[in-house]
């Protein structure tokens, strides 16, 4: 007998793999969990009142259009509601696009160390992803450019980029979108945009208003902390939007996600926060770990790449000491960086914790 059998090219998808959050093994210590890049200060309680608010409504189904989302978003922002499209996390919509806009036969770009999920929409839509090389960790504009070609559909930019940490200037995006040919959609995933603070970054909105090939996509599951509920959201041309819309789910973003993602825009005191606490532990961070002889790549984000110099056994081997004393981060093995661990920054008491245990394993601990 045969059974059904999944379209050529699905079975060579590697599925993602999220970050490591112990508890299976049945260990009740308390449990440090660095491995997903989410924020240590959780959300706003604005947020969690206003999803247990709506959760008494869960009956029925959610605002379809997101329309008081998209509205929020626009005021905050000051963008255009009609151009915003809401999904289940800014995953779906990164998604969506290959789907749309790419298939067999055409090819999809992002650089060397880009996002995971990158690939894996690429395959799903039957295209064929490519990448270009980058320079000491950070995407290369030119590298990228030489690796279009007539058959390229898309091209994905993270920036700031995940894994690595590191970001290109809003001069060196500009260049990039003026290099591609106008039936390319430049796709801006700039997950990461409100952790920047450098004065040469943008979130590349104004790039969306200047052209018809371009799209830029946020997320609430950073900075905002509503990771649990997946809420993202992407901002583009209308023509792009519009052919979105089509092939979503027509309730593709439950109620609470929404109006926890409502609630959490007005507590800029809370973001701030945030932010504030990431600015603080970034840099000792970094300088700690230096100190320890490892080799830790500046980032503008919450979360940093640490690579060790006795390569992957030694990469690994931290990884297992680390998970012994409960804390859990990112190996980096699926990005092809095998010798890094990705590490977010937590609460105080687990930064201390984290470096106490880092100096144990480098031998820079106290006796």
Not at 15 to 21: A, E, F, H, R, T
Not at 133 to 142: A, G, K, L
Request: aromatic share 8%.
């Amino acid at each position: 007998m045969t059974a059904p059998q999944p379209r050529p090219g699905i079975l060579d998808i590697k599925p993602y793999v999220p970050g490591k959050s112990g508890g299976a093994d049945g260990d009740t210590r308390p449990v440090i969990k660095l491995s997903s890049n989410e924020s240590a200060l959780g959300p706003s309680p604005l947020a969690v009142e206003a999803a247990k608010a709506a959760a008494e409504t869960m009956v029925r189904y959610p605002d379809g259009g997101a329309t008081g989302l998209r509205e929020a978003i626009g005021e905050r922002w000051g963008l255009d509601p009609a151009r915003i499209i809401c999904g289940n996390g800014s995953d779906e919509l990164l998604e969506m696009l290959p789907r749309g806009y790419a298939g067999p036969g055409d090819e999809v770009l992002y650089s060397q160390y880009g996002f995971a999920v990158y690939p894996i929409a690429t395959k799903a839509a039957g295209a064929t992803p490519v990448t270009a090389p980058e320079t000491d960790y950070r995407t290369d504009v030119d590298a990228m450019l030489a690796a279009v070609t007539d058959n390229t559909r898309i091209v994905f930019l993270a920036n700031p980029n995940n894994p690595t940490g590191s970001y290109i200037p809003a001069a060196e995006v500009r260049r990039l979108r003026k290099g591609l040919r106008d039936d390319v959609l430049l796709v801006i995933d700039s997950a990461y945009a409100e952790f920047v603070s450098r004065d040469d970054y943008t979130d590349s909105a104004e790039m969306v208003h200047e052209s018809n090939n371009t799209v830029m996509t946020r997320t609430f599951s950073k900075i905002y902390s509503l990771a649990g509920l997946r809420i993202g959201w992407l901002y583009g041309p209308a023509d792009v939007v519009d052919a979105m819309h089509r092939i979503r789910g027509p309730f593709n973003v439950n109620a609470m996600a929404l109006a926890a993602a409502s609630a959490a825009i007005t507590d800029e005191d809370h973001v701030i926060a945030a932010r504030d606490h990431n600015d603080r532990w970034l840099p000792r961070l970094t300088q700690s770990l230096r100190g320890m002889g490892l080799i830790v790549h500046d980032s503008v984000v919450n979360f940093l790449l640490v690579r060790f110099p006795g390569g992957a056994e030694q990469t690994h081997a931290a990884e297992a000491f680390l998970a012994e004393r409960r804390i859990f981060v990112r190996g980096l093995d699926p990005y092809g960086i095998a010798d890094g661990l990705r590490i977010n920054i937590g609460l105080d008491h687990e930064m201390e914790a984290l470096t106490a245990a880092l100096a144990d394993f480098t031998g820079q601990g106290h006796d």
